[in-house]
Each structure stands twice: as C-alpha cells, then as structure tokens.
C-alpha cells in the first residue's frame, strides 16, 4: 500500500492566489482528516469526512478555507484567498472508522506552504 | 475531549530507557490511549496503542495504572533515530468519528 498521498510536497505563492491541496487516502479508509501544524500553534484538525460527508468543520480558520471530498479517493483543501498566516504544513490523516480497536489514523507526508 | 499534559521537552543519552508520563484526568470511560510519534519534514506515525494495564510491541511499552488517569510511554535503550516529537492522545472508539486532538507533544533529543 502507497499510504496517503498529498500533493504537492511543497508549494510557495503569493498572498492573494488560490492553493489548492490534494491528498489521496488509503484504499478502503472510510475517515478523512485535515491537519495544520506551524510552530505556534502545533498540530490542528481543521475538518474531517465520513464516508465522503463532511463531519465537522470547526477548526476551519475562516471562510477562505473550504474542503471537499469528492469520492472515497480523493480529496481537496483550498484557500482562497492566500495570506501569509496561512505558511504551514497541512497534512492529511485517513482511518477505518469502526474497524474496532480505536482508529489509528494514518498520516500523509504533508504540503509545505509558503505564501509570500 | 479529554485534555492532556505532557512534558515539553526531555533529553535522553544512546542506550537509555525513556519514559514519558502523560497525564489525561478527564479521561472517558470508552477512550483509548493512543502515542504517535512525528519526526521532522513528516506526518505522526503511530507508535502504540492501550486502554489498560500494559502493551508491548515491539517499538514500545505503553503503561496505563489503574485510574487510566496518566500513561507512561517507555521507550527501551533508545538510539539517535528516536530523536522526535512524542504525542499522547485519548480518544474514544466508537463509529461517531475519532477526533483526535493533538496536545504540544514531548521533543525528545536523544544524544550520543
């Protein structure tokens, strides 16, 4: 198994373009998590999908934040509007929700985002 | 959620055994204890999984009295590759969705 796929690995642009991020869960996976990580703030869950559905959103900064789940494969974060406060590495979890013992989450490698 | 206190940071020596405590007193009657670890430029990975007594893997042992308000992650004659960022983190398990909550994590340094 590939494990999770997040593209791109790294991504530097200005403050006002759009950045989309993608990510590809594990085949099977159910659950679909989006994590921002910076210095200041550590590790945040920004949204999570069940099933392609949308869970719960609260951690989603602001508006300019959206995320979709098309289909059981894939998955997109977009920010638009780009700020600088927005640099951060965004990762990208996926799980077997039910699958028993817990749900161990799987991580991806992470988008490194630099906005200018 | 339960909240969790852990260490900042700890330093360890090659060949030591490491120990770090996580304390999660609100801890909920069908939460598991789950540690991750995350080493620089990756995503966390998971290390070790318990809801009571003890479990071993072959990475870790994992500690859990009988309150379940604390665990201890021991980690056996640690070398320089475990140099990372250690994550303790309650969680329940049940089909409504597992919404972990990373905490600041315990920076272990590990030195020659």
């Known amino acids: 198994d590939a494990g999770v796929i997040q593209s791109p690995r790294h991504e530097v642009t200005e403050m006002g373009q759009e950045v989309t991020l993608r990510c590809k869960p594990i085949?099977?996976?159910?659950?679909l998590f989006w994590y921002r990580q910076t210095m200041m703030r550590g590790l945040e869950l920004l949204i999570y999908f069940n099933n392609n559905v949308p869970i719960d959103d609260s951690g989603m900064p602001e508006d300019r934040f959206s995320a979709k789940m098309p289909n059981a494969s894939f998955s997109t974060l977009k920010i638009q509007p780009s700020e600088p406060r927005d640099s951060a590495v965004y990762f990208c979890?996926?799980?077997?929700?039910?699958?028993?013992?817990?749900?161990?989450?799987?991580f991806g490698p992470g988008t490194r985002l630099l906005v200018l | 959620l339960a909240k969790t206190t852990q260490p900042i940071s700890m330093d360890s020596y090659e060949g030591q055994e490491v120990n770090i405590t996580c304390s999660h007193n609100?801890?909920?009657?069908?939460?598991?204890i789950t540690w991750y670890q995350q080493f620089p430029s990756q995503g966390p990975r998971f290390i070790i999984q318990?809801?009571?007594t003890k479990v071993t893997n072959e990475v870790a042992s994992l500690f859990i009295p009988a309150d379940r308000k604390s665990s201890t992650l021991s980690l056996p004659r640690v070398s320089l590759s475990d140099t990372a960022v250690y994550y303790c983190?309650?969680?329940?398990?049940?089909?409504?969705?597992?919404?972990?909550?990373f905490g600041g994590g315990t920076r272990l340094m590990v030195k020659p």
């Open positions: 318990g809801y009571k």
């Open positions: 609100n801890i909920a009657t069908n939460d598991y």
């Open positions: 979890a996926s799980t077997s929700l039910g699958a028993g013992f817990g749900e161990t989450q799987y």
């Open positions: 085949s099977g996976h159910n659950s």
């Open positions: 983190l309650p969680g329940p398990n049940n089909n409504a969705g597992n919404m972990l909550t």
